[in-house]
């Protein structure tokens, strides 16, 4: 884990022109510890972290894989930088039959938090690469190379990302403010994770459209009490639970020896109806991606995944009896 270190100063005294108060009413208290990503860039959302790095760079044609979600999409048309997809293997590798000119870059996904190994692999070839670790938040950042992180697809923020990003050029920002886009945090805490879904929507059409901008003083105190040990070591425990389970009934083989904290389970299966099937015992799983389909063709292997590739939940919420329900389920229609 990069190295990490206590504040030696309170976060909230950073709000911008105003001086640290004293008394008053009590405020809601959080833990002052310490992040994960302390010496990376700190901006409000992934798809920003993509922008800064494509500002700074000045690239002027990137190419994305046709399996991503369709945000990635903002900063590039923003910027109007001329883009092409290429197409992945069932290892979810780069299928490279193209060469990068000096203003060209690569943006490559480390699908689940499992393809480090590919990142690695990939900057060995290709200086100008981008690493989208939305889906790895555990994984480290390559050195040299321009990475971006999401904080809420891996903790409970309404935004928030890291970046490392190569290169001395840096942008002048100001800090976000995200105290309106918690309700679906909080509400799902009073009244469950279904009374909070449209809340949770509604903040993901708010993050759309946003300038660059530092990572809020709310989302960083809240990262700063995570315990992240253990919401690795539970994602661990979890993915290898039923892994051990649907290792030979899915279609995506991968090695599972040095999971490190990933994001979910890819569990690819023929079938279509078993995201129903979990769906009628209120185990929610997304579809990655649905933009995937009007980018591409039924026979392209991309269609396949978004079609049947059931990313399974397996976070620090959950234990072993959890997982064991999602089996319970699986296995009847398997």
Not at 91 to 100: A, H, I, K, R, S
Request: charged share 20%; net charge positive.
């Amino acid at each position: 884990m990069t190295k990490s270190f206590k504040h030696k100063f309170d976060i909230r005294s950073s709000a911008p022109g105003k001086m640290k108060s004293i008394g008053g009413y009590l405020e809601l208290q959080l833990s002052n510890e310490s992040e994960y990503y302390p010496a990376l860039l700190r901006l409000n959302t992934g798809r920003n972290a993509l922008e800064y790095i494509l500002k700074t760079k000045a690239y002027t044609l990137i190419y994305l894989p046709y399996f991503t979600c369709e945000v990635i999409m903002e900063p590039v048309r923003k910027l109007g930088i001329q883009y092409q997809f290429y197409t992945i293997n069932e290892q979810m590798e780069p299928v490279l039959d193209f060469e990068l000119g000096p203003n060209d870059c690569l943006l490559y996904t480390n699908y689940f938090g499992l393809k480090q190994e590919t990142t690695i692999a990939l900057r060995k070839r290709f200086a100008n690469l981008i690493v989208d670790n939305s889906q790895g938040f555990f994984s480290e950042p390559v050195a040299a190379t321009d990475t971006f992180y999401s904080c809420r697809k891996f903790f409970g923020v309404p935004d928030g990302a890291y970046l490392q990003v190569s290169g001395p050029a840096r942008l002048k920002l100001e800090r976000d403010v995200s105290v309106d886009r918690f309700s679906h945090l909080i509400r799902s805490i009073d009244l469950g994770i279904e009374n909070g879904y449209s809340d949770y929507l509604a903040n993901n059409n708010v993050l759309s459209g946003n300038p660059i901008r530092k990572m809020s003083v709310l989302t960083q105190s809240i990262l700063s009490g995570v315990a992240y040990k253990a919401c690795k070591y539970r994602r661990n425990a979890n993915f290898m639970y039923l892994h051990d389970f649907l290792v030979n009934h899915n279609d995506y083989v991968f090695d599972a020896s040095s999971v490190n904290g990933p994001m979910v389970y890819p569990f690819s299966h023929p079938s279509t109806s078993l995201r129903e099937k979990l769906l009628e015992k209120r185990i929610y799983t997304a579809t990655y991606w649905p933009n995937v389909f009007s980018w591409t063709t039924k026979k392209m292997y991309e269609y396949y995944l978004a079609s049947h590739l059931i990313p399974l939940p397996i976070d620090h919420r959950y234990t072993h009896l959890d997982m064991k329900r999602i089996i319970n389920v699986l296995k009847n229609h398997l």
